[in-house]
């Protein structure tokens, strides 16, 4: 899926400028998430609803 024009894209915290693994995210309105490879955009994104991205996230904590 892709975005819509003047999305506001946000690199991870985990990402780096080395080239390496770079992952970017953009919020929809308290609606959704979107994430997709910041060295390929065009390929699209991946989209969740909100309390699927939030569950997610909640889960990571728990590790």
Not at 44 to 53: Q, R, S
């Amino acid at each position: 899926m892709t975005s819509t024009p003047g999305t506001t894209w946000f690199k991870s915290s985990y990402s780096n400028n080395s080239g390496g693994q770079c992952v970017e995210g953009a919020y929809f309105e308290g609606t959704s998430m979107a994430i997709r490879d910041s060295k390929d955009p065009a390929r699209g994104a991946f989209h969740f609803a909100a309390n699927t991205w939030e569950t997610f996230i909640r889960s990571l904590k728990q590790v």
